[in-house]
T-cell receptor, first 117, second 115 residues
Framework: GAGVSQTPSNKVTEKGKYVELRCDPI?????LYWYRQSLGQGPEFLIY????????DSGLPNDRFFAVRPEGSVSTLKIQRTERGDSAVYLC???????????????FGAGSRLTVL | AQKVTQAQTEISVVEKEDVTLDCVYE???????LFWYKQPPSGELVFLIR??????QNEISGRYSWNFQKSTSSFNFTITASQVVDSAVYFC????????????FGQGTELSVKP
């Protein structure tokens, strides 16, 4: 697609429920990132995919958070047993493959706003 | 450890004023990259500039200019003759060599340009 598409744009759930957030990157972008942005803060890195595999998942806060990208395109961020502290905007970004020693210019989606009641 | 500090939480100016957004960073890496992103009310972060640590030349793009000073670990952003459409939250970000898109963001500066 023309840009990074994220669905749903808004999700309200109850504490303890399971949530899935979807990201459809720009066609041809093999690198995909998930970030989390709390109110009044800058985005925080969660996980990075290069192709189908998670190249770096050091930002996932705990084992309730998991992300997949089975075919190297669409990615799903999964949150189990949601807690009120999980409320945030979850941003997805994609980029062309990283050149050695380089730094990618990320194209971000509009985000999925998650509210846990 | 890497860190980005944007000490100005909110700035309010009147249209046509010049405004500078400060960014100070900390890193032990000798090769790194700095970015500025704009986040308008729609929520999508929009890329503005990327600069590597070996290039200290200042850059100008239209009404936007950036001042990179390694000696003070700063990468400040100036908007000349601000416009209402410049109202947004601006983020400075840092990444190390070979970290790709794993960015460390500052807390952001909310710029309000009033007519």
């Amino acid at each position: 697609g023309a840009g990074v598409s994220q669905t749903p744009s808004n999700k309200v759930t109850e504490k303890g429920k399971y949530v899935e957030l979807r990201c459809d990157p720009i066609s041809g972008h093999t690198a995909l990132y998930w970030y989390r942005q709390s109110l009044g803060q800058g985005p925080e890195f969660l996980i990075y995919f290069q192709g189908t595999g998670a190249a770096d998942d050091s930002g996932l806060p705990n084992d309730r958070f998991f992300a997949v990208r089975p075919e190297g395109s669409v990615s799903t961020l999964k949150i189990q047993r949601t807690e009120r502290g999980d409320s945030a905007v979850y941003l997805c970004a994609s980029s062309l493959p990283t050149a050695a020693g380089g730094a990618n210019v990320l194209t971000f989606g509009a985000g999925s706003r998650l509210t846990v009641l | 450890a890497q860190k980005v500090t944007q000490a100005q939480t909110e700035i309010s100016v009147v249209e046509k004023e010049d405004v500078t957004l400060d960014c100070v960073y900390e890193t032990r890496d000798t090769t790194y990259y700095l970015f500025w992103y704009k986040q308008p009310p729609s929520g999508e972060l929009v890329f503005l500039i990327r600069r590597n640590s070996f290039d200290e030349q200042n850059e100008i793009s239209g009404r936007y200019s950036w001042n990179f000073q390694k000696s003070t670990s700063s990468f400040n952003f100036t908007i000349t003759a601000s416009q209402v459409v410049d109202s947004a939250v601006y983020f400075c970000a840092l990444t190390a060599y070979n970290q790709g898109g794993k960015l460390i963001f500052g807390q952001g500066t909310e710029l309000s340009v009033k007519p």
